[in-house]
T-cell receptor
Framework: AQSVSQHNHHVILSEAASLELGCNYS??????LFWYVQYPGQHLQLLLK??????LVKGIKGFEAEFIKSKFSFNLRKPSVQWSDTAEYFC????????????FGTGTKLQVIP | NAGVTQTPKFRVLKTGQSMTLLCAQD?????MYWYRQDPGMGLRLIHY???????AKGEVPDGYNVSRLKKQNFLLGLESAAPSQTSVYFC?????????????FGQGTRLTVV
């Protein structure tokens, strides 16, 4: 069975600090990888996705993530965070074959202090 | 373009009462999912469907039933609500089968069981 681990549960940063959120998954086959963001009181929105090709993917609002297959990782990065990035971030993995069930990590709450 | 719509958005139930949550999508997606979101636990899959007339159990199916009588609708039922089912419920949908796609989410239903 596939699983996703997000090791940072709560991160507090000052504005302009750099961000890196860890995500590791366990699945032996080909996967699709996602980062979703949930702003306070809202539903989940797609931040970025990896399906194939260039392992460095760029998403909305200056976020990017790097897929490192050998480490089963898909870490999220942003060079300089803003107060408006305060949200909860979820990593998700979907196997690209079979019935394509999406599995989410437990989430990382990011608090950006002005 | 509505995407994924959930009704109701809020509900308070007494222990033992029943209710049905409705999820509707207008993207002609084959796959639909019901998740619950609890603090510190991320999103956990309750049930999912890979097409009209099909349903399958996810990680936490106990106490819930689902039906997919029409392709665009996925219903989640609580036959006898318990306080442990207090949560935020999200519906999601994805395209069918073997294409690489993302999940689209509804706005969520906040359910409180007293």
């Amino acid at each position: 069975a596939q699983s996703v681990s997000q090791h940072n549960h709560h991160v507090i940063l000052s504005e302009a600090a750099s961000l890196e959120l860890g995500c590791n998954y366990s699945y032996g086959g080909t996967v699709n990888l996602f980062w979703y963001v949930q702003y306070p009181g809202q539903h989940l929105q797609l931040l970025l996705k990896y399906f194939s090709g260039d392992p460095l993917v760029k998403g909305i609002k200056g976020f990017e993530a790097e897929f490192i297959k050998s480490k089963f990782s898909f870490n999220l990065r942003k060079p300089s965070v803003q107060w408006s990035d305060t949200a909860e971030y979820f990593c998700a993995v979907k196997n690209s074959g079979g019935y394509q069930k999406v599995t989410f990590g437990t989430g990382t709450k990011l608090q950006v202090i002005p | 373009n509505a995407g994924v719509t959930q009704t109701p958005k809020f509900r308070v139930l007494k222990t033992g009462q029943s209710m049905t949550l409705l999820c509707a999508q207008d993207m002609n997606h084959e796959y639909m999912y019901w998740y619950r979101q609890d603090p510190g636990m991320g999103l956990r899959l309750i049930h999912y469907s890979v097409g009209e007339g099909t349903t399958a159990k996810g990680e936490v199916p106990d106490g819930y039933n689902v039906s997919r009588l029409k392709k665009q609708n996925f219903l989640l039922g609580l036959e006898s609500a318990a306080p442990s089912q207090t949560s935020v419920y999200f519906c999601a949908s994805t395209e069918s089968g073997f294409r690489n796609t993302e999940a689209f989410f509804g706005q969520g239903t906040r359910l409180t069981v007293v």
